[in-house]
């Protein structure tokens, strides 16, 4: 691999952005970025062993000097003038289905903090390197891609926890398209309506078939898809939901 | 009057916040929430002097404890089993249209705070007098209007300071639409499209004539109508513009 | 009555257009459009017997010379001159909730007819009226209105013959907003979200109660308040629905 | 090639239609559907010559006779058992951009019939050729693809011409994504939110440089890669934009 630039996954778990990060491997050494390192250590070790390159870092998107931290150590690494060819943003924090009123504050605010904060902050560290990735003429225009769900658009009874976030970070990533396509980065949103197939979910849906789940490697060719396309032709926003879902 | 019922304003200042407490005073006793007491004493006064009742409470929305003491407040004033006929969200926090990349990250958070944080205090503070109000059998349905914006469906360049709070306000109020509807609770959401017409827009859009700003009065009367729907007809959102804006 | 502005209503049947006639009379001379005459003759003849003045007239919206037609008898009784304080298009063709292979062609064409050609038939009859109403200093700014419906804005499975023509409809209505707000004429759209109470529903919805289903007259009211909005504060589209409505 | 399943384009002419057909082509025979011959001769010769399979047929997508001559014809050709891998409508009607007062009943009807009507017609034809795509296992699931634009969301001053007919076609997609998507049909919808790079544009936009057009044969690489999304991610609707553009 002689690629320069990077891609930055951040929320690398079990499923998409395991998925995502394997994909991106395959024609750039990836960070990966969460929390606990026992999110990202395994999956780092495997690329590293497969030929591709992977570094791992402990980070909290919702802080952001944690985030800064991140990119300090992304530069030790890949040096001060690292750019990046994609950056996708995959956190999202915990959340209740629970009755509004019965909603602990520290529950709403947390994951608003991950989603919208985070977003803000990953975006922040992100843009500058992406925007190198344009100034080096990378293969596909740099690509900033946030992960978002059904309650990106739509917010549910007893949902407010999780929904408000998902509607603030569709909202920054509206608005950094429109800022930041003119100069050559395309920023995305995937609207994720469905159960993603991963360990956690194995049981969700057995009696509707294999079908009824939406799986991780397939979001990660939609993303590379969405990364490929030319500066002509930037798709901002895409559904992804099995077939047999209903909406 | 005579009313046991009362209406909570918050983010009162010299626009629509006052147009609504002046409104709603004709039948309701009113509660007005601003971080300044000079944004409330002259209201609360010429409400009192006009054979109204107001009370002002120096409360930051963003801020639980600031919302919890304001209706321990509201209590003492008017009884443990106060009930509210209306709750209107009017808050918004500053922001800073700017690159993205100048944005200074306290400008980001405090605005979110305002919107979101502000809105999720104010709703679980107001929801349970609300809820009280529907077992008092208030004339109309108890109702918990959100003002919203153009940047609460439309995310500009520059503007995520802004957009990201009014999203996440606009998923609050509709989440809160969907579980307090059927408990008899009347959530609606108001995306104002447009420069309302106060003294700090005064010179603002002038060529345009007359007629080229909102009237809050007018604002306060579409809130009134909203509040006065029957629980057969609840209207969750409504745009508003002048005539000429352009959309 | 001494207003010589008139209010037309197209698609009268014992639902919303009859409570939005009556509403209208009250201030208006009513002119009554619908295919067949036994759809408005009772209610004209209330109208006129209760003080106010209507006139019927047999109108298919969908031909475009037979609204000619109307607005050449609307003219010979109420004078060349005559203006319209309001335009409120009701009509909606027949439809199959059926799968789209086994949905006849002349269903689709007929449904799409009413709503599609039917709203462009009676937006180019009635806006010469509304633009005379804003000569003529109406005392509400003239008011054009379009009944849409849940399939306005959400078009699900089976549903094509329906949600095509109420789409269409609402995309005139907002581009009519658009071009003629500015001129002075006050273009709205309602999503009637839920089943009216009327004689044909009478038994649906049963066990939820006698509020599960919206008033035709609290409709006529909300139509009302658009009605009287003043020209700084225009909303383009509410939403109606019952309190206990799943949406 | 091999394969016994045809892929159908309505609405060849010089831009989007004819990079689908080429693009389709490498894996398809095609079929081209144009109501001039002049549309689709010269891109059968180019297809035919290179290698692959294609059969222009006369067809008016709004004349549902039409379109079911044209499904005789490509039994006659490929069998009666012939199945579809895709179908894709790229038809659009005629419209002025006019002062709605000013806009030919004609104009507003055949405008409405090419989108509405004729993504009906052509629905009907195909889906029961693309089930049978399902049924003899397709590769990729048997793809339904409509071109919209701009106008299928965003209905302007004046433009009502156009963006009835796109809204309803819009309505049209949604309504079978979701009754065929269980069964096995990929429907999708795409907006093309700018200005295509064809001939007809050539001097359009010069001055803003060679990105600021969309490229139809990136537009035909986008449709192959929806064409490929597996059953369990499915996406229904992209937007497509050139990175310059304002929105």
């Known amino acids: 691999m002689s690629s320069k630039l990077i891609a930055i996954v ?8 395991a998925s995502v990060a394997r994909k991106f491997a395959q024609t750039y050494p990836v ?15 495997e690329i590293n062993q497969s030929g591709g390159k992977a570094l791992g870092i402990s980070t909290d998107v919702a802080d952001s000097k944690s985030v800064k931290n991140a990119v300090q150590k992304i530069k030790e690494e890949f040096g001060n003038d690292v750019g990046a060819a994609a950056a996708i943003f995959n956190a999202s924090g915990g959340f209740l289905r629970t009755p509004f009123l019965e909603l602990p504050e520290d529950v709403f605010t947390t994951s608003l903090k991950v989603s919208a904060n985070g977003g803000f902050n990953f975006a922040q560290a992100a843009l500058p390197l992406l925007l190198k990735g344009v100034e080096q003429k990378s293969k596909y225009p740099p690509s900033l891609i946030f992960t978002g769900a059904t309650a990106s658009v739509k917010s549910n009874a007893q949902m407010a926890s999780f929904a408000t976030g998902k509607w603030a970070l569709r909202a920054l990533s509206q608005s950094l398209a429109r800022e930041f396509g003119p100069k050559g980065v395309h920023v995305s949103h995937a609207i994720i309506d469905g159960v993603i197939d991963i360990p956690r ?14 799986s991780a490697d397939a979001i990660a060719n939609d993303y590379w898809w969405l990364h490929t396309q030319p500066v002509t032709n930037f798709t901002w926003e895409i559904d992804l939901r099995p077939a047999i879902e209903k909406w």
Do not use: C, I, M
Not at 10 to 17: D, F, I, K, M
Not at 31 to 45: S, W
Not at 201 to 214: F, I, V, Y
């Open 201 to 214: 979910t194995k049981e969700w849906l057995k009696d509707l078939g294999p079908e009824a789940k939406l």
């Open 31 to 45: 960070v990966l970025l969460a929390r606990k390192p026992e999110n990202y250590e395994g999956l780092a070790q």
């Open 10 to 17: 951040a929320g690398v778990g079990p499923g998409t952005g």
